[in-house]
């Protein structure tokens, strides 16, 4: 005798097993990178936090959600959630802010345009050009607006 969930599953109802897609490959790197760039931003958010005289609350703050908000997004992505989709989206905007400012604070001469700059611009670029790319891939596309 058949349970009313094996007759809906059959076919077709509510109850009916969804289809298994295997994660991508950029997802699961992608969702790697952005679990140790979070735990990294807070473990250095915190130590610098102590070294500080209290009058940076706000950079500390700003810090540490960016480093929950990447924690989040590395969950979103490697479990294949809806919403990651369009978090990619927002870092990708928080990242080239963060590359406009860097740029402004060498311009007002806040900041040496040095070595270590430049370097810090080429990986966000780098950053920018690879999540545009991952995303555009209809295989990710599928496998992140599959789950709600």
């Not at 992505?77 to 604070?105: D, M």
């Given at each position: 005798?058949?349970?009313?969930?094996?007759r809906?599953?059959?076919?077709?109802?509510?109850?009916?097993?969804?289809?298994?897609?295997?994660?991508?490959?950029e997802i699961?790197?992608d969702?790697?990178?952005?679990?140790?760039?979070?735990?990294?931003?807070i473990?250095?958010?915190?130590?610098?936090?102590?070294?500080?005289?209290?009058?940076?609350?706000?950079?500390?703050?700003?810090?540490?959600?960016?480093?929950?908000?990447?924690?989040?997004?590395?969950?979103?992505?490697?479990?294949?959630?809806?919403?990651?989709?369009?978090?990619?989206?927002?870092?990708?905007?928080?990242?080239?802010c963060?590359?406009?400012?860097?740029?402004?604070?060498v311009?007002?001469?806040?900041?040496?345009?040095?070595?270590l700059?430049?370097?810090?611009w080429?990986?966000?670029?780098?950053?920018?050009?690879?999540?545009?790319?991952?995303?555009?891939?209809?295989q990710?596309?599928?496998?992140l607006?599959?789950?709600?």
């Amino acid at each position: 005798m058949e349970t009313f969930k094996e007759r809906a599953g059959k076919k077709g109802g509510k109850f009916m097993k969804k289809k298994q897609m295997k994660r991508p490959f950029e997802i699961t790197a992608d969702a790697i990178l952005w679990f140790l760039l979070g735990s990294l931003i807070i473990f250095f958010d915190f130590v610098l936090f102590f070294f500080l005289d209290g009058t940076e609350l706000l950079r500390f703050s700003i810090l540490l959600f960016c480093g929950l908000f990447s924690l989040i997004l590395g969950y979103g992505l490697w479990t294949g959630k809806s919403w990651a989709y369009i978090s990619f989206f927002i870092v990708i905007i928080l990242f080239i802010c963060f590359l406009f400012s860097e740029i402004a604070e060498v311009r007002s001469g806040e900041e040496d345009f040095d070595v270590l700059t430049i370097v810090k611009w080429v990986l966000f670029l780098l950053i920018i050009i690879s999540e545009i790319r991952d995303i555009r891939k209809p295989q990710i596309r599928e496998y992140l607006k599959r789950n709600p």
